[in-house]
């Protein structure tokens, strides 16, 4: 559902900017899964942005493979923080 929405996003310019930011397990699965790195490939291509949460790709041992991709890799502790502190747009599942 996040990258079908942020590649239509992105597509249809529904929002000037779209960024899909990458915690958790999901770094893992991104790592590990053919099938979701081609669904990024595809939305990267439409303009969708990718970053990846620094402190858990290092913890899941997935940084480099997440860079590999293409795939920013930063600390989003203050970057998350200013977003909420800004009421930026934000959708999270």
Do not use: P
Request: hydrophobic share 50%.
């Amino acid at each position: 559902m996040v990258l079908m929405y942020a590649q239509n996003s992105a597509l249809h310019l529904w929002w000037k900017e779209v960024t899909v930011i990458i915690w958790g397990a999901t770094a893992k699965l991104v790592a590990e899964n053919e099938l979701i790195r081609e669904k990024i490939r595809l939305a990267s291509h439409a303009g969708v942005k990718f970053s990846a949460c620094k402190a858990c790709a290092d913890q899941l041992g997935v940084t480099d493979r997440l860079l590999e991709l293409g795939i920013e890799v930063i600390y989003w502790g203050d970057g998350l923080t200013q977003i909420l502190k800004e009421n930026q747009k934000l959708i999270t599942i």
